[in-house]
């Protein structure tokens, strides 16, 4: 959380920049949100990648990580939609989705509007707030070589999708930084980003959720590694989360197994992956 903790720059007025417990804290609100949602509603959602691996190994966060992500199956994310639009949340949190037409993303997040997050690398204009990540989980198809091509589609877009919304001037190297200001107009003019969301939702929602015997994470997932058998996925099992009980899936151990291998043991220091941002509260 090294880039959350630099002080470089000026806070928003009357902000404070947020430890990494402050952010967590917040972000447990908003989990707890979600969740008396899905109850109230009957809706299904499952813990996903850091999230689920820090329920497992740590009971909660994983102590380095600085966010939740969450999976739910397509007719239920739907259903999440449909509520979301008629229902608004409380005043400090907002929902955001492409189907809302309030996200460049093909998901769903809860921000909390009493944050403000400068990111070292994206400049969106939906993207102000700190947040939670709900994702929809869709079909797959048994062919290994087709489940492959399928994250393959999505993976390209997705990285056109984020060279979109990066920071003019900046860049993980002098080119990169150099050539941003010539070809993001032209990606923008060319593909742009809600029609780069439609076409990575069309390519996840080819196979129905509830008609396939495999579903994953597609639209933001790891990978061909996501592949799950549905039935044993959504007999989930509860599990702790910071002191809370949250939903995960029946097949928790095959889905760590498949995307970190040897779960159980952290990563040595210079591994451990944080986001590029500094994060400030009231």
Known sequence: MSDCADTRGSAPEGAHLLSLKEIQARELEMLKLFIDICEKNGLRYYMAGG?????????????WDDDIDLLMPRPDYEKLQEIAAAQPLFPRYEFHSSALGNLNDPMCKIFDTSTYVDKKYIRD???????IDIFPMDGLPADE??????????LRLRRLLKFMKSKEGAGASRLRAFV????????LLVFGRKRIV???????????????EYVGGIVFGYGPQEKCVRESYVNGVEMEFEGCKVM????????????????????????????????YGW
């Open 51 to 63: 999230t689920l691996l820090g329920a497992v190994r740590h009971k909660g966060f994983i102590p």
């Open 125 to 131: 204009r939906y993207d102000r707030y700190l947040w």
């Open 145 to 154: 070589t087709e489940v492959e091509e399928i994250y393959r589609k999505v």
């Open 180 to 187: 941003k200001p010539f070809l993001k107009p032209f990606a």
């Open 198 to 212: 439609r076409r990575i939702e069309k390519i996840a929602r080819k196979y129905a959720f509830e008609e396939s």
């Open 248 to 279: 995960a899936p029946g097949c928790f151990n095959y889905y760590l197994t498949s995307l970190f291998g040897d779960y159980m043991t952290p990563p040595p220091e210079d591994k451990r992956q944080v986001h590029f941002m500094k994060i």
